[in-house]
């Protein structure tokens, strides 16, 4: 018997990736019901849910249709919120779900993400996603935020030692790892003589070093520990018996994630004409998580961190601990000479085993949650081969816009 209740993830649900055709909401749907199967609730058990909104099919209040839609609303006692700090958002939403939890005592909050940028016409994606961060002045070309974070790397490359050969390292270390997820988009791994050979898109960035579109939805399920035990029995590690019980899903039955703690920080929508270190804001959200979690980044065995361009991996290095300020760069050609071997051992490269927005896929602002689903699976011990040893505690991490918004999460395997 659990001595006190505790705030988990009980199930995860993904939709595959790619040009699926389907609605972002439809999308959301599918891996909504994933998510239930997974915990062994249905519908009815949920009395809260945040939805992160779409690009392609843009809804009012994305929350609230979407619940309406599954017939979650109209129902007293049920809370909807619609959260949108951009790629941060699933992260941001994560936080949330918890907060309703342990606050409003909320029993089970489903956190929805999807969307369907690959089946939209290019140029009606780079529109939209332009008008997103475009700065007032136009200093920004389209596409404004390839050109946006390529400004912050070639600022890096002036105020440390961080290389172009090394922003383009990062790419290859994604595919490397996306090749041993099923899901994943990439196919075969890259070498670092394509990434420097591909089409330019900014002066410091080339086509292989942005973020993959794709169309996808993922969900997860945040529920009070004590509500589960009252409503679909104990888990394998809480029954006296040491036996789950059967009406939980396969992810309940082990205990679910429990969520630890996180924090969230902000800076400008697009970088200034000069940037300095005041722009950024994952160095804060990372210090409030630890802070909240009482933790050091010695004590993560596994991060999950958002990559949609290399220069965002390498300061998300540097921000959550795992590599000294201005020395991200050199951690990455560590990396990418550990890991040239195919069959490395996954404890090797401990960070975003599923290949991060640059390998698995890049559904807008979905891919923070496969930072968290892939969280769970590695502590969970689910994740096949791309299982890092006995994970005990990750962090996951989400940015929003042109290092415009930073959430950070901290999970950890459940003790009882």
Not at 26 to 46: D, P, Q, R, V, Y
Request: proline residues 7%; contains cysteine; negative net charge.
């Amino acid at each position: 018997m659990r001595p006190r209740r505790t705030v988990r993830i009980v199930g995860t649900g993904c939709t595959p990736l790619g040009a699926l055709g389907q609605s972002a909401s439809s999308l959301m749907e599918s891996a909504l019901h994933l998510a239930l199967s997974a915990s062994g609730l249905s519908m009815k058990h949920l009395d809260g849910l945040v939805a992160v909104p779409s690009l392609s099919h843009h809804r009012f209040m994305h929350a609230h249709a979407l619940a309406t839609a599954t017939g979650m609303l109209p129902h007293r006692g049920v809370r909807m919120r619609t959260i949108d700090t951009g790629g941060a958002g699933p992260i941001s939403a994560l936080l949330e779900a918890a907060r309703m939890v342990r606050v409003e005592r909320c029993n089970a909050v489903a956190v929805v993400a999807g969307d369907a940028v690959s089946s939209m016409p290019t140029a009606d994606f780079l529109r939209r996603a332009d008008a997103g961060c475009a700065d007032p002045d136009g200093s920004l070309p389209s596409p404004v935020i390839p050109h946006g974070y390529d400004r912050v790397a070639r600022w890096q490359m002036e105020e440390s030692d961080l290389t172009r050969e090394q922003l383009a390292m990062v790419p290859v270390l994604a595919s490397r790892q996306a090749m041993r997820h099923p899901l994943s988009l990439t196919e075969a791994p890259l070498s670092l003589d394509e990434v420097l050979a591909s089409r330019p898109v900014a002066p410091a960035t080339n086509l292989l070093e942005c973020a993959r579109r794709a169309d996808g939805g993922a969900a997860f399920i945040v529920a009070d520990s004590n509500f589960i035990d009252a409503t679909l029995g104990h888990d394998a590690l809480s029954s006296p018996s040491g036996v789950a019980s059967p009406q939980l899903g396969p992810f309940a039955a082990r205990g679910g994630v429990v969520v630890l703690g996180g924090g969230e920080a902000s800076g400008p929508l697009y970088p200034p004409p000069r940037i300095s270190d005041e722009v950024f804001s994952c160095e804060h959200a990372a210090g409030s998580a630890y802070s909240e979690a009482q933790l050091l980044p010695s004590d993560i065995d596994w991060f999950g961190l958002y990559d949609c361009f290399p220069i965002c991996y390498v300061r998300a290095l540097e921000a959550v601990g795992l590599a000294r300020k201005g020395e991200g760069g050199r951690w990455v050609e560590r990396a990418h000479a550990a890991t040239q071997a195919e069959g490395y051992e996954p404890s090797v490269l401990p960070v975003n085993t599923h290949g991060g927005l640059l390998g698995f896929g890049a559904p807008w602002e979905v891919p923070a949650m496969y930072n968290v689903i892939e969280a769970c699976d590695q502590l969970l011990g689910t994740a096949g081969q791309r299982q890092v040893g006995d994970v005990r505690r990750a962090l996951v991490y989400g940015n929003g816009g042109i290092f415009s918004h930073s959430a950070v999460a901290i999970l950890a395997q459940p003790v009882d």
